[in-house]
């Protein structure tokens, strides 16, 4: 008994489609030209319809390779867009992205994810040549938890609202600065805690990506303006971080420099000082008190007293006095006794002579009429002045609760050659020169200007000097730089120490009239 063999499928050729038919209706494989000439399509058919694997290109270039169903793209397959050039490959559902995919973009970027109706949405991962985002979508954008790694670097892990950072997320900058807290609009918003890379940490109230309490000014803390000190006192310096309303700010970590400076005095053209001027880095400084400063050596080391004590200097000086005083009227008995030797002009000469030695003595020259300053120094100072290197600085102070403090702070001795205190020993000296004839000057006048000078290389010299704190934060905490404060600061001379008075045995007259009359009785018997 034969087999019966199924009919073959007969092979149909028109204009439009060439292939495999099936009672007049196309079944198999065959290729298919659209009457308007844009589509195309090779593949499977299945009572006339697009069904099971195929290919559909259309005229600009766009295809599609993949599953069929029913006439529509649904399944799995891959398309190419001819005018953006990406590539998908994934699944379809009527002939859109609908499910789990992996877009191609010309420039190296990927999606890989998940899509609804052409858009990506739901759990998925973008790469582009420099970030990455793993988290969700909604709409083609960001949306809901996820995280992102920057071009820059920074890192961000939270939530997302219409492709920006919007409710709790953590923010790891490239720089090392970590920001915890919420979100609005992409922008710091809300409650958070910053710390910043250069030190400064911030917890509290942000708007608009700015805290709600910003520092913008510093304000040295103290009772009188100016504050007056004396010479090798100690002082403490208050510094706040305060905002516009003047509240102090709660910053931590900002990072405060105090200094000193001294007035500037421009040299006077020909002076030694004016041929040097151009070679001196330290550049003079505004102040608000109408005039510049040039930096003056602020240090908190405390300062050695090698030398004698105040006690002990103005012991001295009394002891000067009293030895002058002895001297004096040792030279007048002498005189004396001289002339009443000597008469006539060999005695009128020997004393004109003793009076131009004293008024040699007492620094007047009758030759110039000028005062001879003394050449002798005190034997608690050097004939030389040695090389003595500058008191380290004062360290920059970081602020907690927005409050920096110094403690035991001194203004050192003048380093050598100071401009100002050189431009001001000219001016002096051109008004000495400029004036004609001085009163004589005594040895206490000038055993008190080697006091002062003395005190002066010990000591910083009297006089106003100001402070300046200036905020040092590198880098600035969010990019800003808050407004620096200056205080004048009066340098007086040491107390003098008031030394009690010896008292001595006070008189008795009643005592001294019955020592008389004990006296006269026994003289008389």
């Not at 420099?130 to 083609?140: A, F, H, K, R, V």
């Not at 720089?175 to 910053?194: K, T, V």
């Amino acid at each position: 008994m034969a087999t019966q063999v199924p009919p073959a499928r007969a092979l149909f050729r028109s204009h439009t489609y060439f292939g495999e038919k099936h009672k007049a209706l196309r079944n198999g494989h065959g290729v298919y030209v659209f009457e308007n000439q844009y589509f195309k399509y090779e593949g499977e058919w299945v009572k006339g319809k697009k069904h099971g694997f195929g290919k559909l290109l259309l005229k600009d270039g766009t295809y599609y390779e993949g599953q069929f169903n029913q006439g529509e793209i649904t399944g799995t397959g891959f398309k190419f867009f001819s005018e953006t050039k990406c590539k998908y490959k994934g699944q379809f559902l009527k002939g859109e992205m609908h499910g789990r995919g992996i877009m191609e973009f010309p420039d190296s970027s990927e999606y890989e994810g998940n899509f609804v109706h052409n858009r990506k949405n739901g759990y998925g991962v973008m790469r582009t040549p420099l970030t990455q985002y793993d988290g969700g979508y909604q709409g083609n954008m960001r949306h809901g938890e996820g995280r992102m790694v920057y071009a820059n670097g920074d890192r961000y892990e939270g939530y997302w609202v219409a492709d920006k950072r919007h409710g709790p997320g953590v923010l790891h900058c490239a720089d090392g600065s970590i920001f915890d807290g919420n979100f609005d609009n992409d922008e710091f918003h809300g409650h958070g805690l910053y710390r910043h890379i250069s030190g400064v940490i911030y917890d509290g109230m942000w708007l608009k990506g700015f805290p709600a309490k910003m520092a913008s000014k510093l304000h040295i803390v103290v009772e009188n303006t100016p504050m007056v000190i004396r010479q090798g006192t100690p002082f403490t310096i208050t510094v706040q971080c305060l905002n516009d309303e003047n509240e102090v700010v709660g910053d931590e970590g900002r990072e405060i420099q105090i200094t000193a400076g001294f007035k500037y005095y421009q040299p006077s053209k020909g002076s030694a000082l004016f041929d040097m001027i151009e070679d001196v880095e330290d550049k003079p400084i505004d102040t608000p008190f109408g005039y510049q400063v040039v930096h003056y050596p602020l240090t908190n080391q405390e300062q050695e007293n090698d030398g004698p004590s105040e006690e002990d200097e103005e012991q001295e000086l009394s002891q000067s006095q009293t030895q002058l005083d002895l001297k004096e009227d040792e030279d007048e008995n002498q005189n004396n006794k001289e002339e009443e030797i000597k008469e006539g002009e060999d005695g009128e000469k020997l004393a004109e002579n003793e009076k131009q030695d004293d008024e040699k003595e007492d620094g007047v020259d009758n030759s110039g009429g000028g005062v001879e300053e003394p050449d002798e120094i005190p034997n608690n100072t050097t004939t030389e002045t040695e090389s003595v290197p500058l008191p380290p600085p004062v360290p920059n102070c970081r602020s907690e609760e927005g409050v920096c403090v110094w403690n035991e702070v001194y203004l050192a001795p003048a380093p050598p050659m100071y401009r100002p205190f050189v431009a001001m020993e000219e001016a002096e000296n051109d008004k000495k020169s400029s004036s004609r004839g001085k009163p004589a000057i005594n040895k206490v006048d000038k055993m008190r200007r080697q006091k002062e000078k003395a005190l002066e290389e010990k000591y910083a010299k009297t006089g106003e000097y100001v402070l300046m704190v200036h905020d040092v934060t590198n880098p600035p905490f969010l990019g800003r730089t808050i407004e620096p404060a200056f205080l004048l600061l009066k340098l007086k001379r040491p107390e003098a120490k008031k030394r009690a008075k010896k008292e001595g045995k006070k008189w008795d007259t009643s005592q001294h009239i019955r020592r008389s009359m004990v006296a006269t009785e026994g003289s008389e018997d």
